[in-house]
């Protein structure tokens, strides 16, 4: 079930109204029922997935917490692997199976194992997953203690605002308040759905138009000049923050109605004066928990080796960043540019203080910025692309560009009116979040406070929105 | 000198700060400029500084200051 379609309206109005209408002893108990069934939808057989990785890190953090160090090590790395492979099987075997199947081609030795026939990459897995090891790792690192329900704890998993896609929530989180009342309070409600509104503007009226733009370059780029895939390039920016970042406003939104809050995932990225920046604002949620349960740890066993550890680990960890996001060599380069300039920022931190002391900081942090930005736009080129091929073969066609007559033709059939729809969308976008969020909380003044806001929100959201319901990007991850 | 004052002046050496007075509840969220690579540096520093070894681990496991304080009292005094 689609956040952007009609029957998700309908089960989330339903779930409002019953869950304020039961006791708060009930309320859990429905949520977890209602997530499952919410799951289930879209292919009952993976629930049990869901409710492997729940039952087994659930009861893997008790054995953790009762046992000896000795003893806990082996429950986590257990715990873990298990979890690991599931999702290894799923997403990366076909993968991995092919890649080794050429290797062994190239060598002439004879391969026989055959790839998972028609696997379908369970939704959400990679979020799941994440947030059971991260839950165990909490036990290990002794920053919280074991959940005492089982079905809290579920929920918390599965909670169905954002199962799908996120945000990672942490254990500290939305477990926490799960265990404490909620009360139906108007403010929350209007405060969650002017957020839900805006996530729809973004995704329905920015991000789905852009797509119909989009797609068609990244099936066939040959068909289209240098000039215009650069300029979609730059849309591409636009239509993944507006499709990700409308859905985890969905998401926030649809959580403070039920009078939860979960984390924000998302902080002005693009305007980033560096890439380590960027990651700090760009899918926070993602970010945090590679740093806290991967990064982190990686430079403190390698220790020893000074800052070397934390090139080796910026490295490790944003190759299986990229990976996250899926099975293809496009997504390990993408993790790769990101590794090798994030290095670089850190080694030439002090090299870089010293031109920022030398220039006229409006020079430095433009120029910062613009570097930033556009690295973003190739890297995303990556992250787009379907295929090495055809990511190699978009940037080959930005470096010719030239100057012909059928720049204008090209535009033209995309049509007028809706570029300048998507333009002036864009723009609005633009205004709002770069004036109402320099800090988040003023951005949340404005959906609480401003019915105008909200009204122009809504109109644009009718008269401009795309209604072939579009599957949101990140739940292919 | 004590421990605290020991660890106080290795927080004001790699954080360049020599006002930086270190407290039992503070976190990297209440010391400027506290990154992976400052966390990286501290934690080599106060190895540096009172002879011992801290593990993964056991860095993983601090939540505030006042455990790292603690840390360095138990392996200090086991020593």
């Known amino acids: 079930m689609l956040f952007n379609s009609f029957s998700f309206l309908v089960f989330f109005s339903l779930v409002v109204v019953l869950f304020f209408s039961i006791p708060f002893r009930f309320r859990n108990i429905f949520l977890l029922l209602a997530s499952y069934f919410f799951y289930m939808l879209w292919k009952p057989e993976y629930a049990i997935l869901l409710a492997f990785s729940t039952i087994s890190s659930y009861y893997t953090a008790i054995l953790i917490f009762r046992k000896t160090d000795a003893e806990k090590r082996k429950y986590l790395v257990a715990c873990i692997s298990l979890n690991l ?19 062994f081609t190239l060598l002439h030795i004879d391969y026989k194992i055959p790839d998972i026939l028609a696997v379908i990459l369970p939704v959400g897995i990679s979020f799941y997953t994440f947030e059971t090891i991260s839950y165990v790792l909490d036990i290990y690192y002794e920053r919280r203690e074991p959940e005492n329900k089982l079905s809290t704890y579920a929920l918390y998993i599965s909670f169905f605002p954002k199962l799908l896609a996120g945000p990672i929530e942490k254990s500290t989180g939305l477990l926490v308040q799960l265990n404490q009342e909620t009360s139906f309070k108007q403010d929350r409600i209007i405060e969650g759905l002017r957020r839900m509104l805006w996530g729809f503007f973004k995704k329905v009226v920015i991000a789905d138009r852009l797509s119909v733009l989009i797609d068609p370059v990244y099936a066939h780029p040959s068909n289209y000049s240098g ?8 849309l591409f920016a636009f239509q993944i923050y507006c499709d990700f970042s409308g859905y985890t406003d969905i998401a926030i939104g649809a959580s403070k109605i039920l009078g939860y809050d979960i984390v924000e995932n998302f902080n002005q990225p693009y305007i980033s004066k560096n890439v380590g920046e ?46 996250w996001h899926g099975a293809r060599w496009t997504f390990v380069i993408f993790g790769l540019l990101q590794g090798i300039v994030i290095s670089f920022e850190l080694v030439s931190k002090k090299w870089r203080k010293g031109w920022s002391e030398k220039l006229p ?36 066609r930005i470096g ?38 320099p800090t988040l909380s003023k951005f949340n003044q404005l959906i609480r406070g401003n019915y105008l806001f909200s009204f122009i929100t809504l109109t644009l959201v009718i008269v401009l929105g795309y209604f072939h319901p579009q599957i949101f990007i990140y739940f292919n991850f | 000198m004590t421990n605290q004052e020991r660890l106080n002046k290795v927080f004001a050496k790699v954080f360049d700060n020599t006002n930086l007075t270190i407290e039992p509840h503070m976190t990297a969220n209440d010391v400027d400029g506290w990154d992976s690579m400052s966390h990286l540096n501290l934690i080599i520093s106060v190895e540096k500084e009172f002879s011992i070894k801290i593990t993964g681990a056991e860095v993983m496991r601090l939540k505030n200051i006042g455990d790292l304080i603690n840390l360095v009292e138990m392996k200090t005094s086991t020593k």
């Open chain 1, 361 to 396: 900081s409006w020079i430095y942090d433009n120029g910062s910025w613009i570097i930033t930005f556009h690295f973003v736009v190739l890297s995303f080129v990556f992250f787009r692309a379907d295929n090495t091929t055809i990511a190699f073969e978009i940037i080959n």
């Open chain 1, 278 to 323: 960027f990651w700090r604002r760009w899918h926070l949620s993602l970010s945090n928990w590679l740093r806290d349960y991967l990064f982190t740890p990686i430079i403190f066993k390698r220790k020893d080796w000074g800052n070397s550890a934390l090139v080796y680990a910026t490295f490790i960890t944003f190759v299986l960043c990229g990976l």
């Open chain 1, 227 to 234: 000039g215009y895939i650069l300029f979609c390039c730059y």
């Open chain 1, 85 to 103: 492979l599931i999702l290894f099987f799923f997403k990366y075997f076909n993968f991995f199976n092919s890649n080794v199947r050429t290797l």
């Open chain 1, 400 to 437: 010719h560009i030239g100057f012909n007559s059928n720049y204008l033709l090209e535009f033209s059939k995309f049509g007028i009116f809706s570029l300048i729809i998507l333009l002036s969308s864009i723009f609005f976008l633009l205004f709002v979040e770069r004036k109402f969020t």
